[in-house]
C-alpha cells in the first residue's frame, strides 16, 4: 500500500509539472514586442491540404529584435504561410519578397501590454488551477487509502507532501508570471 500511496503523490506532482510546462509554452506565445520564433509556435500551415507545424515546412528566425523572417523549405508554400499567418490573427502583417516572408513587430502601445499583462495572469490561473486539481485528486487518493489501511500518521505526511509540492509549483506559477509581466512592460 505504500508504493501505491506514493504513486498517488508522483502523479500530482506529474500533473502539477504538465501544468508549468503548459503555462511555459503559452507564455511563449505571448509577444513582449521583440520579435521571437515562439510567436508563431503551433501556427498550423496546409501543407498540400495537411494542416502542418509552421516549423516543419519553414525555418523561422529573427533578423533583428523588431523582424522575424520566415524561410520556407518550398517556395510555394510562401502563400499558404502567408495565408495561415493571417488567419491566426496574430495583429501582425506578413510581407512576402518571392524568396521569404517578413514579419515586422510594431511596437506595444501601454494599453496593449496591459492587455497582454492581464492575458498572462489569466493563464496563471489556470495553470494554478490545474495544479489544485492535482493537489485534490491526490489528497482524495490518500484518505481513501487511510480508510482502506494505511497509517494515518503515513497518511497524514503524504497529505503534507502533497501540499509542499503544491505550494511550491504555485511559488513557481507566480514567478513565471512576475517575469513575463516584466518583460512585457519593459520597452
Known sequence: MQEEVDFYVEAAKEGMDKAIEHLQQELAKIRAGKASPGMLAGLMVSYYGTPTPLNQVANVSTSDSRTLVIQPWEKSMLAAIEKS???????????????????????????????????????????????????????????????????????????????????????????????????????
Open 85 to 187: 499567418i493571417f488567419e491566426a490573427n496574430l495583429g501582425i502583417t506578413p510581407q512576402n519578397n518571392g524568396e521569404v516572408v517578413h514579419i515586422n513587430v510594431p511596437p506595444l502601445t501601454e494599453e496593449r501590454r496591459k492587455e497582454m499583462v492581464k492575458r498572462s495572469k489569466g493563464l496563471g490561473e489556470d495553470a494554478k488551477v490545474s495544479i489544485r486539481s492535482s493537489r485534490r485528486e491526490a489528497m482524495d487518493l490518500i484518505k481513501k487509502a487511510i480508510k482502506d489501511g494505511f497509517p494515518e500518521d503515513a497518511g497524514k505526511r503524504k497529505e503534507d507532501e502533497v501540499q509542499n509540492l503544491t505550494n511550491k509549483y504555485g511559488e513557481k506559477v507566480d514567478q513565471l508570471i512576475e517575469a513575463k509581466e516584466k518583460e512585457i512592460m519593459t520597452i
